[in-house]
């Protein structure tokens, strides 16, 4: 069976794989303590009520204790969508690497982020807020577009080498940008509507991705 590694050079900023370098030191238990606190804060009082404060009040501190691990809030929160991200990387990994490689494995990719969803739905809150803090601070947009080029990479090689398709690396990539906004559409529309909840949003996506490859039930 195809390890999930092979899917493609990983282009996600590298400050994810190295947030915490693998091994926590005393330093990084409390970063780590302090980002799952702003990550309830974010996610239950809202990015204007999230600071020092609150962040300090709920793991029992003070917040010069938080101020001496983050110099500023900006730093919080892309420490936090960092994390998240290797969280979700984590999940998606586990997940993928059970399929074996071809429409298993294209499944097995679009299953991951509502599997991490449901797990992480505080996670998942933060993820929409930082969709909106990519459209006024560039920082954010540079980080998301890091993101969405390492999706992009990995879809379009499960397309390529999983699916078998005979098509220019240029189409491949258009269908991979397609399926993962497809997806990252369809769980903002479950999350923010009443329009269909996660489960459908993910049997719709494989619906479509089974019509589009001609796959006959693998997204049952």
């Known amino acids: 069976m195809e ?19 693998f091994k926590l030191k005393k330093g990084d238990q409390k970063r780590l303590e302090i980002i799952h606190a702003a990550i309830e804060c974010l996610a239950t009082i809202g990015f204007e ?9 709920l793991i029992g501190t003070r917040r010069a ?49 509502f599997i991490w969803a449901k797990e992480n739905p505080e996670e998942l809150s933060v993820m929409l807020l930082f969709y909106y803090l990519c459209n006024i601070r560039g920082e954010y947009k540079e980080l998301h577009d890091q993101i969405r080029d390492g999706g992009v990479t990995r879809i379009s090689y499960i397309l390529k080498n999983g699916l078998n398709l005979k098509e220019s690396d240029e189409n491949i990539n258009l269908q991979a940008k397609t399926i993962q906004n497809l997806i990252s559409g369809s769980m903002m529309d479950a999350a923010t509507t009443n ?11 494989k619906k479509f991705v089974s019509q589009l490859y001609k796959i006959q039930g693998s997204h049952k």
Not at 49 to 57: F, G, H, L, Q, R
Not at 72 to 97: F, G, M, W
Request: proline share 3%.
């Open 49 to 57: 009520m999230t600071t020092y404060e609150s962040i300090a009040k």
């Open 65 to 113: 204790h938080v101020n001496y691990y983050f110099k500023d809030k900006s730093e919080i929160i892309l420490s936090c969508i960092h994390y998240i991200v290797a969280n979700y990387q984590q999940t998606s990994i586990k997940h993928i690497d059970q399929a074996r490689l071809g429409e298993e494995m294209l499944f097995h990719y679009i299953e991951a982020p």
């Open 3 to 21: 390890k999930v590694d092979t899917v493609g050079p990983s282009r996600i900023d590298p400050k994810i794989l190295e947030l915490f370098e």
């Open 195 to 205: 329009l269909k909840s996660m489960r459908q949003a993910e049997e719709d996506i």
